[in-house]
């Protein structure tokens, strides 16, 4: 269970909080929660990643740039940036914009995570591209089942995880399972009961849940309330076709 500590966000400044890196015992991606106040953005300016990025706004509204084109991203969108595109992102409004943020594979050890970069001739216009900024469609979950909305898989560009929007009606949940991945939560709204091993936790709003490959695992919702997570899968599971042969023991 690692909460985000939003008391030790720089308070009038772009701050990010490092969650889960390789120093933190996680190698197959980081895990980040920023925080963006009115008139500040990226430090750097424009900049390119090594690996595939991904925002989910947890409020206010993302203001970004990516190759020549600028968006906008409402609570509740995911923003998928893919490896080597110039961006970076902003905040034009007048609240607070915070998103949970996935850099996915891991830089190489020892490298930085970002690089900034020049781009001559390089001006930004207004754009529309669901392919990068990706609403969530509330209305397709079933109300009174355990329901998930992928916003980004293989067939949508992502080839290093998959990243679900999950919904958990009180009294639902999943049996106890594990995963050849690495699989995240981060929890948005409501309280997640879990098993992890033989421990029992609960995880409320802001908290990441680190599930490295081979754990047992199960969660669930005993409270009154929807309980609502991402759900992010490093690497996603291969389809059936290509995944690996299953192992016969003698």
Known sequence: M???DFAAFKPTA???QFIADRTTGIDSAMLICTRVPPGTGTGIGLHVHVADQFYYI????MYLQIGASEYTAERGSLVFIPAGAPHWNWN???EDEV?????????PSGHPAAYAVQVPGLTSAPAEDPFYVRPLDESRFEPDRFSAIALADRTTGSRSCRINVVQVPPGKGTPLHLHTFDQFYFILSGAMQLQIGLDKYTAGPNTYVLLPAGVPHRNWNDGPDMERHL???VPEMLPAPEADPPVRLP
Do not use: T, Y
Not at 58 to 61: C, D, I, P, S, V
């Open 99 to 107: 998103h949970a943020e996935l850099i996915v594979p891991a830089p």
């Open 58 to 61: 947890l409020r206010g509204r």
């Open 92 to 94: 034009a409004g007048d």
């Open 231 to 233: 759900a992010l899968l």
């Open 14 to 16: 772009f701050h990010s």
């Open 2 to 4: 690692r909460p985000v």
